[in-house]
């Protein structure tokens, strides 16, 4: 059953808040990054590249939770939990927009070793739970 996020966590994530996505790997352990998030209703989107270890352990395994956290409210966070689908679909321009709302630039112009990488990944975070304490849950 799909979970809904609170206008309050909706504006959150559509600010500039770092967030932490966890994924299971091979060996059962957590494997948890640092990543820019946007929103999509209520679904988050973030991207990766392929053969990055997030994306080999969401294709393995598509349970996922990302914790929001603000930096001015450090007791406050919210826990999403849910499952992950991976496309290639979307994914230039979503590390292009994510990057513009960041850091006010394209992808390339932050990162212009970026040309290197291998294809980018959208993955799009589906919440089955959301969890947490303050006034963003």
């Known amino acids: 059953m799909a ?6 966590l909706k504006q959150l994530l ?3 808040v770092f967030v932490m996505v966890a994924t299971v790997q091979p060996d059962g352990s957590p494997q948890v990054s640092p990543v820019w ?3 999509d209703g209520d679904d988050l989107l973030i991207s990766t590249t392929e053969g990055r270890r997030k994306e080999q352990n969401l294709r ?5 939770t990302v914790v929001v956290q603000p930096a001015d409210s450090p007791y406050a966070y919210a826990e ?4 992950a ?4 679909e979307g994914g230039q321009e979503l590390i292009d927009e994510l990057s513009q709302k960041y850091t006010g630039t394209r992808y390339a112009e932050f990162n212009p070793a970026s040309a290197q990488e291998a294809p980018r990944v959208v993955v799009r975070v ?3 739970k ?4 303050g006034e963003i849950v």
């Open 130 to 133: 959301v969890v947490g304490q």
């Open 85 to 88: 689908t991976l496309t290639t």
């Open 37 to 39: 998030v946007k929103r």
């Open 80 to 83: 999403i939990r849910g499952t």
């Open 126 to 128: 589906s919440p089955r």
């Open 3 to 8: 979970a809904t996020l609170s206008d309050n």
């Open 60 to 64: 393995r395994d598509p349970r996922v």
């Open 14 to 16: 559509d600010s500039k």
